[in-house]
């Protein structure tokens, strides 16, 4: 295993004088949530400052929004059908405000779809439903399906022509397949090309694009290999960037979702852990893409402590799930 840390830690040495960027994700669920219980307008401006505030603390270069939840749908009005949460609570102006603040201090946003999973979009489309056999309701959309592939279209151009402060945005997660059996060729080469097409869109809008792959393991902590994720997921991440120029990959390395799967001794996060599959994600993709490997983790396991040692590495990019959930644990991602 000693040559993985070697690979490693050349990558990472090669560009010592920079440091980490970290990046946090923020869902305005928690927003709303807060709103319904205090509507008056100041309530708006002082939670922004709050935000803003712990952002610039912690020297946050950017952020990545949540406009599409999968479970509620859009977060602001919007002309897609059936994707429009509680109406008094989808408003453009919360999320026009944060941005604008943000911006006020340098900090970058993009907005993040959980890619192809929506209820509202599940719930009044049958016909538009992936096949999931093992009945776990993930609310999953066929791509194959043209109106799949034409309604995320329009969700995404929607989004960035609303929100034109907006830098790019991120593929989360992508995923359109039936889960306990394998993926039949035609569903994994069709989300590949989708996902290059998007890929190709938001870069003639002059934007960015990255991806964030889930990558899971085995009881053991080992990454499954390319062959099972491509089976499970329904898409291929080499041929994907093979045919696209994707800026950002944001591997999901997820020590807290491990635990839950496996349970382990291990209470916290494990740096050896992540480290460790890190360097085996780098080996399966093409060197040209290694300085555009960043790394995405949640902070349900983890501490102050552990988000300033893996900073120290000096990945491209740092991202955490998420802003709230951060602030609720009072982690401070620099020590003050």
């Given at each position: 295993?000693?040559?993985?840390?070697?690979?490693?830690?050349?990558?990472?040495?090669?560009?010592?004088?920079?440091?980490?960027?970290?990046?946090?994700?923020?869902d305005?669920?928690?927003?709303?949530?807060?709103?319904?219980?205090h509507?008056?307008?100041?309530?708006?401006?002082?939670?922004?400052?709050?935000?803003?505030?712990?952002?610039?603390?912690?020297?946050?270069?950017?952020?990545?929004?949540?406009?599409?939840?999968?479970?509620?749908?859009?977060?602001?009005?919007?002309?897609?059908?059936?994707?429009?949460?509680?109406?008094?609570l989808?408003?453009?102006?919360?999320?026009?405000k944060?941005?604008?603040?943000?911006?006020?201090?340098?900090?970058?946003?993009?907005?993040f779809?959980?890619?192809?999973?929506?209820?509202?979009?599940?719930?009044?489309?049958?016909?538009?439903?992936?096949?999931?056999?093992?009945?776990?309701?993930?609310?999953?959309?066929?791509?194959?399906?043209?109106?799949?592939?034409?309604?995320?279209?329009?969700?995404?151009?929607?989004?960035?022509?609303?929100?034109?402060?907006?830098?790019?945005?991120?593929?989360?997660?992508?995923?359109?397949?039936?889960?306990?059996?394998?993926?039949?060729?035609?569903?994994?080469?069709?989300?590949?090309?989708?996902?290059t097409?998007?890929?190709?869109?938001?870069?003639?809008?002059?934007?960015?694009i990255?991806?964030?792959?889930?990558?899971p393991?085995?009881?053991?902590?080992?990454?499954?290999?390319?062959?099972?994720?491509?089976?499970?997921?329904?898409?291929?991440?080499?041929?994907?960037?093979?045919?696209?120029?994707?800026?950002?990959?944001?591997?999901?390395?997820?020590?807290?979702?491990?635990?839950?799967?496996?349970?382990?001794?291990?209470?916290?996060?494990?740096?050896?852990?992540?480290?460790?599959?890190?360097?085996?994600?780098?080996?399966?993709?093409?060197?040209?893409?290694?300085?555009?490997?960043?790394?995405?983790?949640?902070?349900f396991?983890?501490?102050?402590?552990?988000?300033?040692?893996?900073?120290?590495?000096?990945f491209?990019?740092?991202?955490?799930?998420?802003?709230?959930?951060?602030r609720?644990?009072?982690?401070?991602?620099?020590a003050?």
């Amino acid at each position: 295993m000693l040559y993985l840390f070697i690979f490693l830690q050349t990558l990472l040495l090669s560009n010592s004088k920079a440091e980490s960027a970290v990046f946090l994700r923020y869902d305005p669920g928690f927003y709303y949530d807060r709103i319904k219980a205090h509507p008056e307008e100041k309530t708006t401006d002082l939670y922004i400052k709050e935000l803003v505030s712990y952002w610039k603390l912690n020297h946050i270069r950017g952020v990545y929004l949540l406009l599409h939840s999968p479970e509620y749908g859009a977060f602001y009005p919007t002309k897609i059908k059936h994707e429009l949460i509680e109406p008094n609570l989808g408003k453009t102006t919360f999320i026009k405000k944060l941005l604008k603040a943000g911006k006020k201090e340098k900090i970058t946003f993009e907005a993040f779809f959980y890619f192809l999973r929506s209820k509202t979009l599940w719930n009044t489309n049958p016909g538009w439903r992936a096949a999931n056999c093992n009945q776990e309701n993930e609310f999953l959309l066929d791509v194959r399906n043209p109106e799949v592939r034409k309604t995320y279209e329009n969700l995404i151009d929607d989004t960035m022509k609303k929100f034109p402060l907006l830098s790019g945005i991120d593929l989360s997660e992508p995923i359109s397949v039936n889960h306990c059996e394998n993926t039949d060729h035609q569903t994994t080469m069709e989300l590949t090309r989708f996902i290059t097409r998007i890929s190709k869109k938001i870069h003639a809008l002059r934007k960015e694009i990255s991806i964030t792959p889930n990558l899971p393991v085995n009881e053991n902590g080992n990454l499954w290999s390319e062959s099972e994720t491509k089976s499970f997921f329904g898409f291929s991440l080499l041929q994907v960037l093979k045919e696209s120029n994707i800026d950002l990959i944001l591997p999901q390395l997820d020590f807290y979702q491990w635990q839950k799967a496996f349970p382990i001794k291990r209470a916290q996060f494990d740096l050896h852990w992540s480290l460790k599959n890190f360097s085996i994600f780098l080996k399966r993709i093409p060197k040209k893409y290694h300085q555009k490997v960043g790394i995405h983790l949640e902070v349900f396991a983890m501490n102050s402590k552990d988000v300033q040692a893996i900073r120290k590495k000096k990945f491209p990019r740092l991202d955490y799930y998420e802003t709230e959930l951060a602030r609720g644990k009072d982690i401070k991602f620099y020590a003050h």
